[in-house]
């Protein structure tokens, strides 16, 4: 399965950005979704995932201010990152883990600045 992620740009701090992420299969057959992102010289970390039971955890660093979410009738997942942070600066990737075939997209780069 591929995915292609969008809406990511440049924002500044306290702004919002709502990211997309579409799947080259039924997203109803991925029991499980997320959003990971990565700075350069850094791990790619877990920012939140969702399950098909709606089952969904948050890194401790955007608690509150991130929501995952998906929409199976559009074949889409999202992040809604509101109250961004400069630290929020990163390429953000989705993905399920797990399910056997996966591979990364290219990513959306989330920039955030004055």
């Known amino acids: 399965v591929q995915f292609v992620e969008s809406g990511g740009g440049l924002v500044q701090p306290g702004g919002s950005l709502r990211l997309s992420c579409a799947a080259s299969?039924?997203?109803?057959?991925?029991?499980?979704m997320a959003w990971y992102r990565q700075t350069p010289g850094k791990q790619r970390e877990l920012v939140a995932s969702?399950?098909?039971?709606?089952?969904?955890n948050y890194a401790d660093s955007v608690k509150g201010r991130f929501t995952i979410s998906r929409d199976n009738a559009r074949n889409t997942m999202y992040l809604q990152m509101n109250s961004l942070k400069p630290e929020d600066t990163a390429v953000y990737y989705c993905?399920?883990?797990?399910?056997?075939?996966?591979?990364w997209g290219q990513g959306t780069q989330v920039t955030i600045s004055s």
């Open positions: 993905y399920s883990p797990g399910y056997i075939g996966a591979t």
């Open positions: 299969v039924s997203i109803s057959s991925l029991y499980i």
């Open positions: 969702i399950t098909t039971g709606f089952s969904i």
